[in-house]
C-alpha cells in the first residue's frame, strides 16, 4: 500500500510539473539572437532603438568591435573577438531558433560568400531554424559584392531571409557618422526597426503599436534672412520612429530644400511669405501632411 500511494504521489507531482512547464513556455516570447559588429552595436547603447528591437521577442544581443564571420577577426583594443562561426557554439540553449546577423564590415570580400555558408551550416547544427542577415550599407565598392552574396545564399537556403539594410538606409546620408558606416542614433533606430518588421513578418514578433497616432507640430520655423545660410527643422510626434519628410506641393523659398531628415536648409535667395504643404513618414508606412509657413526678410 505504501509503495502504491509513493507511486501515485510520485506520479501527482510530475503529471503537476508537466501541466504547469508548458504552459510556460507557450507563454514565454521566442528567443531572438542579433550577432553584429560595431555598426550594429549603437543598437546595445541606444535604448530607444534596443526598445524597438526588443517588443515582443525575448532579445539577446551579441556585439563586438571587429567581428568577422568566419575569418580570424581584426584586433580591438587588444583583443579578438569570436568569429560568428566560434561564437555561436559558446552560446548553447541561450541561442534561440532564430538568429540575425549583421557582420561584414571587417570582412574579406573574396572569402565573404564561403564563410555564409559555413555559418549557416553552423547554424543549422545548433538548431536554428529562421536566420535573418543584413546587408551592407554600400559606403565601399566590395560592400555591393558582399550584398550579391548575401542575396545568392537566400536564394539556395530556405532558412535565410534578407534584410536589406543597403535599400532602407541608401537615402538617408543622416542615418550615419562621417564614415558612411556606423551609426547615429537615428540608424540605430532606424536599423532596430527594420529588423523588427521583419520579425513582424515573418510571424516571430507582434507588431509595435505606435505610442500615439503621427502628427506634424506647429513649430515656429525661424524667419530666413536673404544671402544668409538658414537652417529650420520640422518636428513629428507619435507613430514609430524613425520619420521620412518630403514636400507635396507649394512653394519653398528658392536656395532652400527639405532634406528626408525634415530640416530646412540653404541660403535663401528672395523675400517674402511662403507656404508649402509637406508630408512626413513613418517606419510603419503611415503617412500625415501638414502647411507650414516661412518667412524670409531682406537684409
Not at 568577422?68 to 559558446?90: H, K, N
Not at 564590415?105 to 545548433?126: C, M, Q, S, T
Given at each position: 500500500?505504501?509503495?502504491?500511494?509513493?507511486?501515485?504521489?510520485?506520479?501527482?507531482?510530475?503529471?503537476?510539473?508537466?501541466?504547469?512547464?508548458?504552459?510556460?513556455?507557450?507563454?514565454?516570447?521566442?528567443?531572438?539572437?542579433?550577432?553584429?559588429?560595431?555598426?550594429?552595436?549603437?543598437?546595445?547603447?541606444?535604448?530607444?532603438?534596443?526598445?524597438?528591437?526588443?517588443?515582443?521577442?525575448?532579445?539577446r544581443l551579441e556585439m563586438a568591435p571587429c567581428r568577422r564571420?568566419?575569418?580570424?577577426?581584426?584586433?580591438?583594443?587588444?583583443?579578438?573577438?569570436?568569429?560568428?562561426?566560434?561564437?555561436?557554439?559558446?552560446?548553447?540553449?541561450?541561442?534561440?531558433?532564430?538568429?540575425?546577423?549583421?557582420?561584414?564590415?571587417?570582412?574579406?570580400?573574396?572569402?565573404?560568400?564561403?564563410?555564409?555558408?559555413?555559418?549557416?551550416?553552423?547554424?543549422?547544427?545548433?538548431?536554428?531554424?529562421?536566420?535573418?542577415?543584413?546587408?551592407?550599407?554600400?559606403?565601399?565598392?566590395?560592400?555591393?559584392?558582399?550584398?550579391?552574396?548575401?542575396?545568392?545564399?537566400?536564394?539556395?537556403?530556405?532558412?535565410?531571409?534578407?534584410?536589406?539594410?543597403?535599400?532602407?538606409?541608401?537615402?538617408?546620408?543622416?542615418?550615419?557618422?562621417?564614415?558612411?558606416?556606423?551609426?547615429?542614433?537615428?540608424?540605430?533606430?532606424?536599423m532596430a526597426t527594420l529588423v523588427h518588421n521583419t520579425l513582424?513578418?515573418?510571424?516571430?514578433?507582434?507588431?509595435?503599436?505606435?505610442?500615439?497616432?503621427?502628427?506634424?507640430?506647429?513649430?515656429?520655423?525661424?524667419?530666413?534672412?536673404?544671402?544668409?545660410?538658414?537652417?529650420?527643422?520640422?518636428?513629428?510626434?507619435?507613430?514609430?520612429?524613425?520619420?521620412?519628410?518630403?514636400?507635396?506641393?507649394?512653394?519653398?523659398?528658392?536656395?532652400?530644400?527639405?532634406?528626408?531628415?525634415?530640416?530646412?536648409?540653404?541660403?535663401?535667395?528672395?523675400?517674402?511669405?511662403?507656404?508649402?504643404?509637406?508630408?512626413?513618414?513613418?517606419a510603419s508606412h503611415t503617412t500625415t501632411t501638414r502647411t507650414?509657413?516661412?518667412?524670409?526678410?531682406?537684409?
Amino acid at each position: 500500500m505504501k509503495r502504491l500511494w509513493a507511486t501515485a504521489v510520485a506520479l501527482w507531482f510530475v503529471g503537476l510539473l508537466g501541466g504547469a512547464l508548458p504552459t510556460h513556455a507557450a507563454n514565454a516570447p521566442p528567443r531572438v539572437t542579433m550577432i553584429g559588429d560595431s555598426v550594429a552595436a549603437s543598437l546595445e547603447y541606444t535604448d530607444t532603438a534596443r526598445a524597438i528591437l526588443a517588443h515582443g521577442v525575448d532579445l539577446r544581443l551579441e556585439m563586438a568591435p571587429c567581428r568577422r564571420v568566419g575569418q580570424a577577426s581584426c584586433s580591438y583594443q587588444g583583443a579578438r573577438p569570436l568569429t560568428v562561426i566560434d561564437l555561436v557554439p559558446t552560446l548553447g540553449d541561450a541561442l534561440g531558433q532564430t538568429v540575425v546577423v549583421a557582420v561584414g564590415y571587417n570582412d574579406y570580400e573574396a572569402a565573404y560568400p564561403g564563410d555564409i555558408e559555413d555559418a549557416l551550416a553552423v547554424f543549422r547544427k545548433a538548431g536554428v531554424t529562421r536566420v535573418l542577415w543584413l546587408t551592407l550599407h554600400e559606403a565601399r565598392p566590395a560592400y555591393a559584392a558582399m550584398n550579391d552574396a548575401i542575396h545568392a545564399a537566400a536564394a539556395r537556403h530556405q532558412e535565410l531571409t534578407v534584410v536589406d539594410w543597403q535599400l532602407y538606409s541608401r537615402s538617408h546620408p543622416d542615418w550615419f557618422q562621417e564614415d558612411g558606416i556606423h551609426l547615429k542614433k537615428d540608424g540605430a533606430e532606424a536599423m532596430a526597426t527594420l529588423v523588427h518588421n521583419t520579425l513582424v513578418d515573418l510571424g516571430i514578433a507582434p507588431s509595435a503599436a505606435p505610442a500615439s497616432k503621427l502628427s506634424i507640430v506647429a513649430s515656429q520655423l525661424p524667419v530666413g534672412v536673404v544671402g544668409k545660410s538658414y537652417s529650420g527643422r520640422l518636428v513629428a510626434r507619435g507613430g514609430n520612429s524613425p520619420y521620412r519628410w518630403t514636400r507635396v506641393r507649394g512653394r519653398i523659398p528658392v536656395g532652400l530644400r527639405l532634406l528626408a531628415n525634415g530640416r530646412l536648409v540653404g541660403v535663401p535667395m528672395r523675400a517674402g511669405s511662403f507656404s508649402t504643404v509637406v508630408s512626413v513618414t513613418d517606419a510603419s508606412h503611415t503617412t500625415t501632411t501638414r502647411t507650414i509657413r516661412l518667412r524670409v526678410r531682406s537684409r
